[in-house]
Nanobody
Framework: EVRLVESGGGSVQPGGSLRLSCAAA????????IGWFRQAPGKEREGVSC????????FYADSVYGRFTISSDNAKNMVYLQMNNMKFEDTAVYYC?????????????????????WGQGTLVTVSS
């Protein structure tokens, strides 16, 4: 069964850090595309960070560049999003999404939402 399950959401103060995890069941990390997205209340979904096996680049949204880092543990089939120096505007439901096969697109293209498998989301709240 192909499934993505996010965890690690919660509340954090401004300037704090949080790490989200995504368990990628059914994925193999030899050929893949995967990323993190978020949707704040009343706003459209935003691609936060995406990476793929063929594209040597990793995409980060301008709003998180330098603060967030995507990483993976291939042996554990896990993908992470380390979020540092968090801001009020980072409050959102965060989703992990991926493709079983890298279709050869750029990481930025995938981060437009062009991924097939989606998790259920985890809520992140930044508040003082």
């Amino acid at each position: 069964e192909v499934r993505l399950v996010e965890s690690g959401g919660g509340s954090v103060q401004p300037g704090g850090s949080l790490r989200l995890s995504c368990a990628a069941a059914g994925f193999t990390f030899d050929d893949y595309a995967i990323g993190w997205f978020r949707q704040a209340p009343g706003k459209e979904r935003e691609g936060v960070s995406c990476t793929s096996s063929r594209d040597g680049n990793t995409f980060y949204a301008d709003s998180v560049y330098g603060r967030f880092t995507i990483s993976s543990d291939n042996a554990k089939n896990m993908v992470y999003l380390q979020m540092n120096n968090m801001k009020f505007e980072d409050t959102a439901v965060y989703y992990c999404a991926g493709d079983l096969i890298d279709r050869g697109y750029s990481a930025g293209y995938y981060c437009l939402g062009n991924l097939e498998v989606w998790g259920q989301g985890t809520l992140v709240t930044v508040s003082s």
